[in-house]
């Protein structure tokens, strides 16, 4: 089993910038898709982006395609999450997952192994 740690989140202006990162131990990530998800407070969580495991594929919430960007580097068996022109409704606890799947999948039951998560808050 993977073992996922998300971090970098912050609380952040409106319109700044932030680079979350998952780091994966136990095993290689690097021929899985990986994918972010987030859980604002009362919601449920929701689909944000997934990654191919080459990268050769992404998928994006229209909620944040343009402003985020989910990359990966194979050889730190990490993945990243940048986001830019944050909003308010950004706020959430981010997570990581693992999809045992092919194909950059949106929905949240075709992952297998979650992060604790890392809280994002943008707020003025």
């Known amino acids: 089993q993977v073992q996922l740690v998300e971090s970098g989140g912050g609380l952040v202006q409106p319109g700044a910038s932030l680079t979350l990162s998952c780091a994966a131990s136990?095993?290689?990530?690097?021929?899985?898709?990986m994918g972010w998800f987030r859980q604002a407070p009362g919601k449920e969580r929701e689909f944000v982006a997934a990654?191919?495991?080459?990268?050769?594929?992404?998928n994006y919430a229209d909620s944040v395609r343009g402003r985020f960007t989910i990359s990966r580097d194979n050889t730190k068996n990490t993945v990243y999450l940048q986001m830019n022109r944050l909003k308010p409704e950004d706020t959430a606890v981010y997570y990581c997952?693992?999809?045992?799947?092919?194909?950059?999948?949106?929905?949240?039951?075709?992952?297998?192994?979650w992060g604790r998560g890392t809280q994002v808050t943008v707020s003025s």
């Open positions: 990654l191919t495991w080459n990268g050769g594929s992404s």
């Open positions: 997952a693992r999809s045992p799947w092919g194909g950059p999948r949106s929905g949240s039951i075709d992952y297998d192994d």
């Open positions: 136990g095993r290689s990530v690097s021929a899985f898709t």
